[in-house]
């Protein structure tokens, strides 16, 4: 999954605003300009994509670049080469427990930042922001060099720390604006109605900022499973799934990782289109109820 | 209170109330009682520190001094989910991702009562909306919406319902409905209802009692009839309903009536009618008391005669025509003439005089004007809003 795609997801999950419905061009020669160009742009960005699914079904030996006939028996067998299986769980651990730990961490300090007046309120805010502007080399190095000089040993639990660092940036940016756009009468309303504090965040709170932590969640794990730059210095011996493929390109990528892509795009988009569908759903039925 | 009703309405009692936000001074010194049962309208302008008092009583906003006691309990310390009261918002505030039943079952599930659904459908069935009870609330429309706030708060059986200008987002004709519905919704359940409008109209129908609210203190309190009839203030004779102020001396104080020295004419004003009996006096006459006259009327005991005057502006409303006149030396007088006849009475431009029974008139107590100065605070909404953005601008600052 990539990050456009968690971004994607995010705005789904929030009310979508009505799309407008773009000018039907009929004729004239800027509309075949548009169309061509159109058409290169996505022709060029879909290239890889298609190359990796394609690959996937390739009958390969020793490397994966020249066709050699159709079979299903990468996608059959993708423990084949255990290294591929590996790598994938790694970073499936990595992305949950980051993910579920940024989330957690990142919407407290987002509704902290909104709703509560403390000490070094901003300059929180100003060091929230950093992992953000710093370049992903100088983050990486420098925390694979501070692991180092603590003595901590690099492994899987290195590479969650890491990634719950960048990812709690993002989680407090998405959240902190649904708090904020979240009418206040609302909890006002809960505690008239005999709700204890802890209750009206339970019931009126949480889920209505709901939409803004999955949208945080999702780009949170995307960040995550992507990342391979912060990784590489504080992975160790450790191997993420982009880690893996790195490596193993200068050798030869067994074709089992264009499976693993294959199946991660795959799977995004249709979590992109089922929630554009159902939101669709939503919409209509509101439509008609209304 | 777990688990049980209150019988029935509460008393509120505010005991020397002051409110200070940083900057202004929402309420100073309010002491009112409002007694059980009762439908209480707060009325005044934005700003009034109408919404601050009804923040103050769910226990949203901390005094800054005073006691507040509902039914005789203080609760100036307690929490919101403590106080038996509950508020319509003026936002309805209205919990979007339950629907229209979770939203009315929420305040008796928190309080553990027995048999919340029950309950739930027959409120929504007493404000005509248990068929919508499986729908969000974006689903309603804006009248549906405001009952369905209604009922998650009377569902309660609170012993005090606040009313926070519910009625402000609703079109006319709606408007005029939920008064009905509100007031009969009011018999039924026997509650104390604390309503907070501008609307004086809406004040003046629904409600039993009316204090008319300025400045974070009351100027005047009473029966609508009473407030209208005999305001005592000159904010309260022109927020409620239209009022000719005239200024002048008293020239003679008897037993009986006040003469007051109104450009040149003897103008009087009972004496039990008039709050001050010397010095400079303001009086007044509501526009509808007044009668037009082409000819200059006999002078009778018992009538007050202004004039003559000329018209400078009439229009014709259907019920009744509404005259401008300008007499010399006196502000424009309006006179509301119910059209027992066909047109007009008198054209533009023609010259009249206004007359009116002394029993008509009032006096009022001319206050010097408070010096402070209060910020504008609207409603329960923004209030709140105002409170984000403070913390928000510090967040700015810093």
Known sequence: MTTQEAAVLGRAEEAPAPRRRPRSGRGGAGSWVVGAYSLLALGIMMIPIVYTIVFSFNDARRTNIVWRGFTLDNWLGICDDPRVCESFGNSIIVGVTATIAATILGTMIAIAIVRYTFRMRTLVTVLLFLPMATPEVVLGSGLGSQFVNMGVERGLWTIIVAHIMFCISFVVVTVRARVASLDPSLEEAGRDLYASPGQVFWRVTLPLLMPGILAAALLCFALSFDDFIITNFVSGNAETFPKFVYVAASRGIPPQSNVIASAVFFLAIILVVVAQLSAGVRRRRLAKAG | ?398
């Not at chain 2, 259907?318 to 003439?337: D, E, K, M, R, W």
């Open chain 2, 1 to 398: 209170m777990a688990g049980s009703f209150d019988e029935s309405g509460a008393d509120l009692e505010l005991v020397g109330v002051t409110k200070r936000f940083p900057g202004f001074t929402a309420i100073e010194n309010l002491n009112l009682t409002i007694p059980a049962g009762s439908f209480f309208a707060l009325l005044g302008p934005s700003g009034c520190g109408k919404t601050t008092t009804l923040r103050l009583v769910a226990g949203l906003e901390a005094p800054t001094a005073g006691r507040i006691l509902i039914g005789g309990k203080e609760v100036t310390a307690t929490k919101p989910h403590q106080r038996p009261v509950n508020t319509v918002f003026q936002s309805y505030a209205l919990f979007p991702h339950m629907t229209v039943l979770a939203n009315v079952e929420f305040g008796l599930k928190r309080r553990g009562i027995a048999n919340a659904l029950a309950l739930a459908h027959e409120a929504l069935r007493l404000v005509e909306l248990d068929h919508v009870a499986s729908r969000r609330p974006s689903q309603l429309s804006g009248g549906q919406q405001q009952r369905v706030a209604l009922a998650r708060a009377v569902v309660n059986r609170p012993a005090l319902l606040l009313l926070d200008e519910p009625l402000g987002a609703l079109d006319l004709k709606l408007r005029r409905q939920m008064q009905l519905e509100l007031k009969s919704i009011q018999g039924e359940v026997g509650l104390t209802f604390l309503h907070v409008t501008h609307d004086q109209e809406e004040a003046m129908t629904m409600a039993d009692t009316v204090a008319v609210m300025n400045k974070g203190r009351i100027e005047q309190m009473g029966a609508p009839e009473e407030l209208y009839e005999l305001p005592r203030t000159t904010f309260v004779a022109n927020f409620l309903g239209q009022s000719n102020l005239f200024t002048g001396e008293v020239v003679e104080s008897g037993s009986d009536a006040v003469t007051v020295d109104i450009a040149g004419l003897g103008i009087k004003v009972p004496r039990e009618r008039a709050q001050r009996h010397a010095g400079e006096v303001t009086i007044g006459v509501r526009p509808e008391k007044l009668t037009l006259h082409t000819r200059k009327p006999d002078t009778a005991a018992g009538v007050n005669i202004l004039g003559p005057g000329v018209i400078i502006d009439a229009s014709f409303t259907g019920v009744s025509t509404q005259y401008l006149v300008q007499v010399p030396g006196l502000p424009v007088i309006t006179v509301f003439a119910q059209n027992m006849a066909f047109g007009p009475v008198a054209e533009q431009g023609a010259e009249v005089w206004v007359s009116w029974r002394v029993e008509h008139g009032f006096g009022l107590a001319d206050e010097p004007e408070p010096e402070a100065r209060f910020a504008a605070d609207d409603d329960t909404r923004t209030i709140a809003v105002q409170r984000r953005q403070r913390l928000e601008d510090e967040l700015d600052e810093a």
